[in-house]
């Protein structure tokens, strides 16, 4: 069970961190994913790590303002969310499984890692001034 933390509120253009850590559990060398839920929108993938190479992808909504990271150390993954906008806000989501190795791409990451049942209950991320 991952678990993300880190949400807030921001204003505009101001940056937060979230963190993904697994309880009872490592990473490995799977891929690992973050997504996010407006309200009255469906799940979608954001950003993506295949720990076993650290190869990173992003929506392009996201390019450019989020860095997806990851420290085995302390077995959490981090995204680090710059010049937010309002239409960032969400609930964020992080998932992995581990029949999944690579992210490939967002699109392929989301359908790989985006069928659960259980998200836990991420961690809510709110823009606005």
């Known amino acids: 069970q991952l678990q993300a933390s880190g949400g807030g509120l921001v204003q505009p253009g101001g940056s937060l961190r979230l963190s993904c850590s697994a309880s009872?559990?490592?990473?490995?060398?799977?891929?690992i994913g973050w997504f996010r839920q407006a309200p009255g929108k469906e799940r979608e993938g954001v950003s993506c790590?295949?720990?076993?190479?650290?190869?990173?992808y992003y929506a392009d909504s996201v390019k450019g303002r989020f860095t997806i990271s990851s420290d085995n150390a302390r077995n959490t993954v981090y995204l680090q969310m710059n010049n937010l906008k309002p239409e960032d806000t969400a609930v964020y989501y992080c998932?992995?499984?581990?029949?999944?190795?690579?992210?490939?791409?967002?699109?392929?990451?989301?359908?790989?890692?985006?069928?659960?049942?259980?998200w836990g209950q991420g961690t809510q991320v709110t823009v606005s001034s």
């Open positions: 998932a992995t499984d581990p029949r999944v190795f690579d992210c490939v791409d967002i699109p392929t990451m989301s359908d790989s890692l985006g069928h659960r049942r259980d």
């Open positions: 009872g559990s490592t990473f490995d060398d799977h891929a």
């Open positions: 790590i295949t720990e076993s190479d650290g190869s990173t």
